[in-house]
Nanobody
Framework: VQLQASGGGLVQPGCSLRLSCAAS????????IGWFRQAPGKEREGVSC????????YYADSVKGRFTISRDNAKNTVYLQMNSLKPEDTAVYYC???????????????????WGKGTQVTVSS
């Protein structure tokens, strides 16, 4: 059972990246999925999340209008399209599963089921 985030890298401000969160050993169909990030010296921050049926999404104010979350249950993968990246988006990005999107929005970490290894995103000129 594994959740793996990938797609990070070093980009210039204004550029785009697409992160992927892929599951192996279990299906994501019944889970809400969230993206979180943590920059050095800062607390973990909720970025975006999506319900199991894609009917509901959530974005932190800091990324609204720039990031888009989506999921492809057939590929057992959730994506985070990040456009117009800013230096303040620099962080390690993680994905996590939960039974409901409410758990992810509330950042109730005790109720999150799986965490993936993070992927580093660095935005710098």
């Amino acid at each position: 059972v594994q959740l793996q985030a990938s797609g990070g890298g070093l980009v210039q401000p204004g550029c785009s990246l697409r992160l992927s969160c892929a599951a192996s050993g279990f299906t994501l169909d019944y889970y809400a999925i969230g993206w979180f990030r943590q920059a050095p010296g800062k607390e973990r921050e909720g970025v975006s999340c999506i319900s199991n049926d894609s009917g509901r999404t959530y974005y932190a104010d800091s990324v609204k209008g720039r990031f888009t979350i989506s999921r492809d249950n057939a590929k057992n993968t959730v994506y985070l399209q990040m456009n117009s990246l800013k230096p303040e988006d620099t962080a390690v990005y993680y994905c996590a599963t939960a039974g409901t999107i409410g758990t992810l929005i509330a950042r109730d970490y005790s109720r999150m089921d799986h965490w993936g290894k993070g992927t580093q995103v660095t935005v710098s000129s």
